[in-house]
């Protein structure tokens, strides 16, 4: 069964520092979304991405964080300077249909981001 | 933003069925309704998805009433593994997706 790849598993990096996240959706999927969970909370849609154009970034903290999926296919989210606030999950996830919410999310496993 | 309501935590006993209700008060017209199951440090796995009605798979059934306004994730004879935390997602687009705390089961031998 094809999956969402994340790398890396688990992060530490100091505050101030620069941390990049990198995502590889599931062959075929056009839509691709980033996820941050902060532990005991549901996961936060950051950004979403149909082919290599960005839908949503609303909730993106455009000062420190960037997201990119050059060719349409993988992608990567950076922190740049990485704050104590950021420690979280963060997740990946795609999907086939260009409108979320009526067809499969399928997860990666995530990335787990420390920040000391 | 049809926001989701849901149990913060929910407790049964192996061999049980349980029902777990979400709120979506404000749902549009075109949204779905879609339920995932998270285990500990993993992604979130989809369970269901629904637009009215009832639906059923081979893990779980999902009750929608007329109004929408609410749903039912329902979990034939839980057994240990479900022990996990469920998740209401109701969106139809950008800007729109919306996990909420999630309802977490714990299934007790």
């Known amino acids: 069964e094809a999956e969402v790849a994340q790398s890396p598993r688990y992060k530490i990096t100091e505050k101030s520092q620069a941390v990049a996240f990198w995502c590889d959706p599931i062959s075929g999927h056009a839509t691709l979304y980033w996820y941050r969970q902060i532990l005991g909370q549901g996961p936060e849609l950051l950004v979403q991405?149909?082919?290599?154009?960005?839908?949503?970034d609303s909730q993106l903290p455009k000062d420190r964080f960037s997201a990119e999926r050059l060719k349409g296919v993988d992608s990567t989210l950076k922190i740049q300077p990485a704050e104590l606030g950021d420690s979280a999950m963060y997740l990946c996830?795609?999907?086939?249909?260009?409108?979320?919410?009526?067809?499969?999310?399928?997860f990666g496993p995530g990335t787990r981001l420390t920040v000391l | 933003l049809a926001k989701t309501t849901q149990p913060i935590s929910m407790d049964s006993y192996e061999g049980q069925e349980v029902n777990i209700t979400c709120s979506h008060n404000n749902i549009a017209t075109n949204d779905y309704i879609t339920w995932y199951q998270q285990f500990p440090s993993q992604g979130p796995r989809f369970i269901i998805q629904g637009y009215k009605t009832k639906v059923t798979n081979e893990v779980a059934s999902l009750f929608i009433p007329a109004d929408r306004k609410s749903s039912t994730l329902s979990l034939p004879r839980v057994s240990l593994s479900d022990t996990a935390v469920y998740y209401c997602l109701v969106g139809s687009g950008a800007n729109n997706l919306f996990f909420g705390t999630g309802t977490r089961l714990t299934v007790i031998p």
């Open positions: 991405f149909q082919d290599e154009s960005v839908v949503d």
């Open positions: 996830a795609s999907s086939l249909a260009p409108t979320p919410g009526q067809d499969t999310q399928y």
